[in-house]
């Protein structure tokens, strides 16, 4: 079930099941962190991105994150489109978040 109603009774889900401390989560999450860009054009002293090889920053593959709304779209509410990397120096970060949109999943950056 997916809206407002939803969104809230899954919440209320996975939260008695922390309460109860379960081993088995009764729920898909709610939301997706994913990282399309891991490239970062600052150096800031506490983060762990700077200290990464060239050879591991790189941009996600369009096929991929298809892919990866294509499966999510039926539970999650939104996706998180940053980690440590910055979003927007993806070349085609408009065209993930329209095709997030259009699959009815909310962006964040």
């Known amino acids: ?4 109603t939803g969104y809230y009774l899954r919440l209320a889900r996975l939260y008695r099941s922390y309460r109860r401390r379960d081993a088995v989560v ?3 999450p ?3 962190w994913v990282e399309i860009s891991s490239r970062c054009n ?5 983060c ?9 920053k ?17 539970f999650a509410f939104e996706i998180n489109l940053h980690h440590r990397g910055e979003t927007l ?15 009815g999943v909310f962006s964040r950056l």
């Open 26 to 28: 009764p729920a898909p």
């Open 89 to 103: 120096l993806h070349p085609q970060a408009g065209r993930f978040i329209r095709y997030a949109s259009q699959a």
């Open 48 to 56: 762990p991105n700077k200290d990464l090889a060239a050879d591991q």
């Open 58 to 74: 790189g941009d996600m593959e369009w096929s991929l994150f298809q892919k990866v709304i294509d499966q999510g779209r039926t």
């Open 1 to 4: 079930m997916k809206g407002k």
């Open 42 to 46: 600052l150096r800031c002293a506490v």
């Open 30 to 32: 709610l939301r997706l």
